[in-house]
Every structure is written in C-alpha cells, then in structure tokens.
C-alpha cells in the first residue's frame, strides 16, 4: 500500500505539469513523460499507461493504466486504479479498452 500512496502523491503534486505536458517543447514533453513512468514502474516493473489528453482547458484528461497484457499484473493496476485519489480534471481507467474499429479489423483477418 506504501508504493501505491507514493505514487499517488507524486501524481498529484504533478498532475498539472502532466495534463499541460503538450503544450511543452518535445524536449520537457520526454522528461515529464520519462518521470511519470519511472515513478509509475517504482509500483510495478510490468505496467504501462496511456495518456489522452483533453483539446480544452476544461475537459478531463484521462489516465489509463495498463498490465501490459501480462495477467500475473491485472490486480496491481485495479489495486492502483482503485486507489486514485479524486481529482476533478482527471479521470483513471484501468486497462485500454478495445475500440470497435480494432475489433473490426481483427474479424476481417485470415485464419493462419
């Protein structure tokens, strides 16, 4: 529970620096980026994230966590996930969400 609040309290001492991240040079835009997963990776080696950030100021940008499609990780992001703190320009998702347009595409493939 120790590395979930750490990084939790990182996030939110940092969560402005991250939702702004794409109005940075590409430069700051790898450091912010590098920092945030080097803190995500201090929880868990084998997790991943998404950003999606918002177009405007006022909408919420989304935090999407990720085992990476390794099982052996699925309770470690929805312990994470579930542990978020309450920020009203964010929100947390666990695991990235296949689109339609994925599915669509993996039906029209040949079978081997």
């Known amino acids: 529970m120790k590395k979930i609040n750490t990084f939790w309290n990182w996030f939110q001492d940092n969560n402005q620096t991250i939702k702004n991240c794409s109005n940075e040079t590409p430069e700051n835009q790898k450091k912010i980026l590098f920092w945030l997963d080097k803190n995500l990776k201090y929880y868990g080696k084998e997790i991943g994230f998404m950003l999606v950030l918002p177009k405007k100021p006022s909408e919420k940008a989304e935090f999407i966590i990720t085992a ?27 695991f990235i969400k296949p689109s339609e347009e994925i599915e669509e595409l993996m039906n029209n493939l040949e079978e081997p």
């Open 68 to 94: 990476i499609g390794n099982p052996d990780n699925f309770r470690k992001v929805i312990d994470l996930v579930d542990s978020a703190p309450k920020l009203r320009t964010w929100k947390f998702s666990a």
